[in-house]
């Protein structure tokens, strides 16, 4: 899948969203790494919204702590 023309966009422990081509032909789609298949391909922001619904990361597991308590 990955080769010269493959830009990885976005990655976490939940899957990778790459971008397939260059300018205005390219296409993403998301490896889910849980699966190990392609789970949407499409626009760019058909593919971001499907990652910020499937597999964005909630920011009170990414931050290391919450800074209203820091």
């Known amino acids: 899948m990955l080769n010269s ?3 990885i966009v976005r990655s976490n422990q939940n899957a990778v969203m790459a971008r ?3 300018g ?3 296409i ?12 949407y391909t499409g626009t ?4 971001k ?3 910020n619904k ?4 909630s920011r009170q597991f990414v ?3 919450n800074h209203r308590y820091l």
């Open 5 to 7: 023309i493959t830009n």
């Open 20 to 22: 397939v081509g260059s």
């Open 24 to 26: 205005s032909s390219a």
């Open 28 to 39: 993403y789609t998301i490896f889910d790494l849980k699966t190990q298949s392609n789970t």
């Open 44 to 47: 760019l922001n058909a593919t």
């Open 49 to 51: 919204k499907a990652w």
């Open 54 to 57: 499937h597999y964005a990361n």
């Open 63 to 65: 931050a290391k702590g």
